[in-house]
């Protein structure tokens, strides 16, 4: 079994209630070691649920926002809220925040001033961030510039763009997370990047419950199926499998500050 980590999932998302614990479990069976679970998602009841999931369980860690769907609720109140949060030892980052002009949930403004709010939170709070970007490429470069990438740096998660966006946001000092999507034979942009990205800023992640991988696709994703995505990343580098585990198992562990997996067992 190839040791591998979860870097961006939602376990207290409403599709997991109940079944939180087994959904680990089955995660550690398929060699998962370590979890990063994201709050972000709607209220900060999410941020909440997810720190509480994190300190009951040795292997999972946290990350806390305002995801960009939900810009207009980026309140000074919100980050007041987070930043108590975040003095939880499980919290690994902040996040996710970033922009999305697919769906505009929130306008524009919101999202990019909730997205200057994060850059300077996790500054401040000496964390990376967690950046969600679809179709906005463009700009969220011009932002990130204008504010400053964090000391601590940060990962664009759930990565859609094609090569050359990947090679500005490396520059800037980003990681590049892999979802499920990388699976997909028609995500050919993605397919394309993924051999480029230096050895040492590779990730992959499930963003479950949401973009399960081939052969689940359609269904409810989960953690354990970050195997999928491992299995097509290492193909498409032209490298073994565990070594692919191993190495964004290496990346993950330095960009959040995680103890290494050896630790948990
Ligand atoms: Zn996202
Ligand atoms: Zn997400």
Known sequence: ?????????????AKFRG?????????????VLQIVSVGAIGSIESDRLTVEIAER??????????????ARDCTADRIAALRTLASSKKIVAIGESGLDFHYMHSSREAQEQSLRKHLELAAELELPIVIHCRDAETRLVEIVREIGTPARGGVIHCFTGDTSAA?????????????GILTF????????????????????????PYLAPEPYRGKRNEPAY?????EVLAQLRNIEVAAMGAQVIANASRLFGLPSGSENQ
């Open 1 to 13: 079994m190839t040791a591998v980590i979860d870097t961006h999932c939602h376990l207290a998302d």
């Open 19 to 31: 079944e939180v614990d087994a959904v680990i479990e089955r995660a550690a069976e398929a060699g």
């Open 57 to 70: 369980h040795a292997n999972v860690f946290a990350a806390v926002g305002v995801h960009p769907h939900d």
């Open 167 to 179: 090679r500005e946001f490396v520059a800037l000092g980003f990681h590049i997370s892999f979802s």
């Open 185 to 208: 034979k028609n995500a050919r942009a993605i397919r394309e990047a993924a051999p480029t990205i230096p050895d040492d800023r590779v990730m992959i992640e499930t963003d479950a």
């Open 226 to 230: 970050v195997v999928r995505t491992l």
